[in-house]
């Protein structure tokens, strides 16, 4: 895993947008797995600003988000599917039919599950996936013990995770829905680039624990550690309990030139 420590979560935003913003001009019709919490919102609004200079183009650009609270219509304010228009898709240009967030109002799951694998499958596959992590390890919402191999499918939130994200519902706990569907890590695993991203000493446990510990289903985030081309960016005190964070900055600023991120 490549290991990028930046003072800010701005200046990591900047450096996450330069590289979805650089697959977005080699590769006009790429598939885009994207992320929801707090985390990536940096990152999309560097790239709605790019885009707003009219030099970024997401017309032919595909879509799919890693997950959607089950139980919750579209138009909830909490639904991912509203967060994703509110914070990235209203700003940019890619085009409705090619948005793909799983439906948590199915009436049958496992087959909303089966089709959504299907769909990206049907799209060649995503080329970059965006992830944040929870405090827990978890990516998407594979919760710790989840299958390394799991694929899209329904899982329980954790109390941990109902608690942290209580505060998008207002601080009310007893808003925050059980279930979700979710991709599995075996679909995130499937991405043909992974693009991690941390912010904050609330998550430097988990982001020790993916990068410098064993691979284990109790951190879903470490099994990034089997993939070949996976990025992390964290601020300074998400590294903060990494114990080879000199290491990491002395690798990311001896890149030989032409493999540094560009403007
Ligand atoms: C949420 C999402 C994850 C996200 C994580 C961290 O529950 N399902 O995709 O990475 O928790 O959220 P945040 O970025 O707000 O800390």
């Not at 209580?166 to 007893?174: E, I, P, S, T, Y």
């Amino acid at each position: 895993m490549e290991i990028i420590i930046q003072p800010t979560p701005e200046a990591g935003s900047i450096i996450a947008a330069r590289i979805i913003a650089k697959l977005v001009r080699t590769k006009p019709d790429c598939v885009l797995g994207l992320a929801t919490g707090s985390t990536p919102l940096a990152t999309y609004r560097e790239l709605a600003r790019i885009h707003r200079e009219g030099v970024l183009d997401f017309s032919k650009v595909t879509t799919f988000n890693l997950d959607e609270y089950v139980g919750l219509p579209p138009g909830h304010s909490q639904s991912y599917h509203a967060f994703m228009d509110e914070h990235f898709f209203r700003h940019v240009n890619v085009p409705r039919s090619r948005i793909h967030i799983p439906d948590g109002m199915a009436r049958d799951i496992p087959a909303e599950c089966a089709r959504y694998e299907a769909a990206i499958v049907a799209a060649g596959g995503i080329d970059l996936q965006l992830l944040g992590i929870g405090t827990d390890g978890h990516i998407g919402f594979n919760e710790p013990s989840s299958s390394l191999a799991s694929r899209t499918r329904i899982k329980t939130l954790t109390e941990r995770t109902r608690a942290d994200n209580a505060r998008f519902f207002g601080g009310d706990l007893d808003q925050v829905p059980f279930h979700c569907i979710t991709m599995g890590v075996g679909s995130i695993m499937a991405a043909r680039e992974v693009l991690m991203l941390a912010f904050g000493a609330n998550k430097a446990d988990a982001v020790a624990a993916a990068v410098e510990g064993p691979i284990a289903a109790m951190n879903p985030a470490s099994v990034l550690q089997m993939h070949a081309v996976a990025k992390c960016i964290v601020d300074e005190p998400a590294a903060g309990k990494l114990t080879r964070r000199d290491y990491y900055r002395w690798v990311f600023e001896h890149k030989p030139g032409w493999q540094k991120i560009g403007g």
